[in-house]
């Protein structure tokens, strides 16, 4: 009898598949289902992508499945095919894609069923036992009468404080049988939506754009441009509420797990349905009950993260995903994807509508409804009672300032602290001091392994590396010439704590960042704390940008946006017109007028100009535009490829020998290689090479055809290097 071999996908970083033997009389393995297979000295668990294949090696020398874990595949039709899309995209491996898409203990090995739980039975034996029969055995007799009624969970019995010896006497008697039941949850129905608002007229002409598209599966996507506090997520629950009605599915995309509470939140008021939230604050096996609940069409709203892009759903009407522009939507390592587009791919493999929201939307999502590829819909007023903020700069070469907070501003803050309100300061930076500086011979803390200064944080006593984790106790003495006199530089969140308590005595201060938040839960208590107003002021990083509300807010400042203007990363203005939209949409969310300050030493700046005098949409009109002459994304596309070693010379090599291989290339620019702006990381070396094309399609073949000659590369044995398709972050 003749051998049958099977093509798989694995998790490995080469970009191939590899074939196995079948063992004699085993039944072809279903494509889409796991096999445990040898691989070197280890058995890994890898994805069946093709059955019958003719193997390109030796049919002789191919090793044997070790064991076929799935009867069925794991995935869907749809979403295997956009997980084999997504790897031929991103030019990643697709057993890594795969295994990135499973839930983890899938991944592992084990199968993907509900839980399992243990009940308790008479038997016909047990139901003939008299209490008199037991009159010396409580317990048991406490047993028999709790399943009189019927059958009992294990939990059940265990809340009784019936001993396990008592369960075990019994089973030995046979008087009781177990049996294990799958935890696999009912059907839902939709019972009409609670208390929903009476919408606007931007809010009713954006759900009644979305009804008949719907209805029909249309993919479309609409881009939902609307300020903070405008009223996007009523129009979400309103265009939801008759996909649920027809029995489908909605899915909500979110950037960040503490996103998530607030929206399940919000969600489960408006509607009776099982909602379950997919992030990575979950255990292994909740994520697993979730994913198989979304798969089996029992939870009606799916809210996740990121790589909630991939839970297949039986039946899937609609998907939003809010704060579009949101950065962490992008994976920055590993399989480096990007869940917006995914989501743009999904809709249209799928046949579902795609809401894709923002105050702030991205300009690729703009310059795609320019293309007509989306639908535009608008909110241009606040919904509700808040009205808009007013928007301020403070010149700071005007100002006396201390640790990075000027007199006027000072003097603002008391205003507003005296009316009883809160005020929120915002700055981007963690700890005291950025470094600790010698003010006689100029020496630095600089991180040994990171070509970056370390953070001094004076509330833990020591000196941290914010790259690479790297901690060490503060130095009494200077490094290199060991005088005493050593200073801060550069302003962290802690240090703007310490000068606000000393200038605004008596008022109570919440600092919100990543050094305060670390316990789990903290983060979460913190917000709550922050939005129920019992801290005048609060002082945040990045964690309070987004989406949370705090009503009491009526002033919001931005210490220090300068870095900013100045840098080098062409997204730079859009990210910092996002941040300081976002940031100002914390204020003046309830019935009190908002006022929002900007502090800068460059007030006459184009960008700062824009922003409080035209808002976000004139401000991305012309940065588009700058886009498209100066061919950039979205008018251009973009692949970097990055490599790290921890000699210098083996980290450029590998780049050099690439860009080399590269020469002649049509409709390619090859940039590079250069220094990673951090040209050090936890003693790594690291360099960039930059790939530029007017066309996707110039750059898509062009890896196609050469990745696999980059991974032959002898200078790939001293180098890591990796890919990154559509790159947002160039650090
Ligand atoms: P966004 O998601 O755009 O930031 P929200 O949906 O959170 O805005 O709405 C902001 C506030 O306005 C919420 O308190 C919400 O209850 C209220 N709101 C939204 N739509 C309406 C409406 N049509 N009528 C009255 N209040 C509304
Ligand atoms: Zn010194
Ligand atoms: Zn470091």
Redesign the pocket.
């Known amino acids: 009898m003749s051998h049958q071999f099977i093509r798989v996908a694995l998790p490995v970083p080469l970009r191939r598949l590899f074939d196995y033997r079948l063992p004699e009389r085993a039944a072809m393995p279903v494509v889409g289902g796991r096999v445990r297979v040898p691989f070197g000295q280890r058995q890994l668990i890898g994805f069946v992508v093709e059955q019958n294949v003719t193997p390109e090696l030796d049919p002789e020398t191919i090793k044997p499945v070790t064991e076929v874990l799935d009867q069925e595949p794991l995935w869907p039709l749809s979403i295997w095919q956009l997980l084999v899309w997504a790897a031929r995209y991103y030019h990643h491996p697709l057993g890594d894609v795969l295994s990135h898409a499973a839930p983890a203990l899938v991944r592992q090995g084990q199968l993907p069923r509900y839980e399992q739980t243990t009940w308790y039975t008479l038997t016909k034996e047990g139901e003939a036992v008299t209490p008199a029969d037991l009159a010396r055995a409580p317990q048991q007799q406490r047993l028999l009468a709790a399943l009189a009624n019927g059958p009992a969970e294990a939990s059940v019995v265990r809340a009784l404080d019936i001993p396990a010896s008592t369960v075990k006497t019994l089973l030995d008697k046979q008087w009781i049988s177990t049996e294990q039941r799958s935890n696999e949850p009912q059907n839902w129905v939709f019972t009409g939506a609670n208390d929903p608002l009476q919408l606007n007229t931007e809010q009713a002409v954006a759900v009644a754009a979305m009804k008949a598209p719907l209805e029909r599966g249309d993919p479309t996507v609409w881009l939902l441009e609307g300020v903070t506090g405008s009223g996007k997520t009523e129009v979400y629950l309103q265009a939801m509420a008759p996909v649920l009605e027809r029995g489908q599915q909605v899915v909500i995309l979110v950037p960040e797990i503490g996103l998530t509470p607030q929206t399940v939140a919000r969600f489960s008021k408006r509607f009776n349905v099982p909602i379950v939230s997919l992030h990575s604050g979950l255990t292994d096996s909740e994520r697993l009950q979730g994913w198989l609940q979304a798969r089996d069409g029992k939870a009606a709203i799916i809210i996740g993260t990121r790589s909630a892009i991939f839970t297949p759903c039986q039946n899937i009407g609609l998907m939003i995903l809010d704060e579009e522009h949101d950065n962490s939507f992008k994976q920055q390592d590993g399989f480096r994807y990007n869940a917006r587009d995914l989501a743009v791919k999904r809709a249209h493999q799928e046949g579902f509508g795609l809401v894709l929201g923002s105050a702030t939307p991205s300009l690729e999502s703009l310059a795609n409804v320019a293309a007509k590829r989306y639908q535009y819909l608008r909110l241009t007023q606040r919904a509700g009672p808040a009205q808009q903020a007013q928007h301020a700069v403070i010149d700071l070469k005007q100002q006396r300032i201390e640790s990075g907070l000027s007199d006027q501003l000072l003097t603002t803050m008391a205003k507003h602290l005296q009316a009883g309100n809160q005020v929120l300061i915002f700055l981007n930076r963690r700890g005291y001091a950025s470094a600790l500086l010698c003010h006689e011979c100029g020496w630095v803390s600089e991180?040994h392994?990171?070509q970056?200064n370390m953070t001094l944080h004076q509330f833990d006593h020591l000196l941290q590396?914010h790259?690479?984790g790297?901690q060490k106790s503060i130095p009494r003495q200077c490094g290199g010439c060991g005088s005493t006199q050593l200073v801060s530089q550069g302003i962290g969140t802690e240090q703007v704590q310490e000068t606000i308590a000393r200038r605004l005595p008596g008022y109570g201060i919440l600092r919100i960042d990543r050094d305060s938040t670390r316990r789990k839960g903290q983060l979460a208590e913190a917000l709550n704390a922050a939005a129920e107003g019992d801290y005048p002021i609060l002082i945040g990083t990045q964690m309070v940008a987004k989406g949370h509300h705090f009503p009491n807010v009526t002033l919001v400042a931005l210490l220090d946006v300068d870095g900013a203007l100045y840098s080098s990363d062409f997204r730079a203005a859009e990210r910092l017109a996002q941040l300081y939209l976002q940031v100002a949409g914390r204020a003046g969310r309830a019935e009190k007028k908002g006022t929002v300050v900007l502090q800068t030493h460059h007030p006459e700046h184009p960008l700062i100009q824009e922003l409080v005098n035209n808002g976000y949409s004139h401000f991305a009109r012309a940065a588009l535009e700058e886009r498209k002459l100066a061919l950039l994304p979205p008018y251009a596309a973009m692949a970097l490829i990055r490599s790290e070693a921890t000699s210098k010379d083996a980290a450029e090599q590998l780049l050099k020998a690439i860009a080399n291989s590269l020469q002649g290339v049509d409709n390619v620019t090859v940039i590079g290689p250069m220094p990673a702006p951090l040209g050090r990381?936890?003693g790594r070396y690291r360099y960039q090479l930059l790939l530029h094309a007017e066309q996707r399609a110039p750059l898509h073949n062009t890896l196609m055809h050469y990745l696999p000659t980059f991974e032959k590369l002898p200078e790939t044995r001293k180098a890591r290097w990796s890919l990154d398709i559509d790159p947002q972050d160039f650090a």
Do not use: E
């Open positions: 991180c392994r990171c970056a590396c790259h690479c790297a990381r936890a």
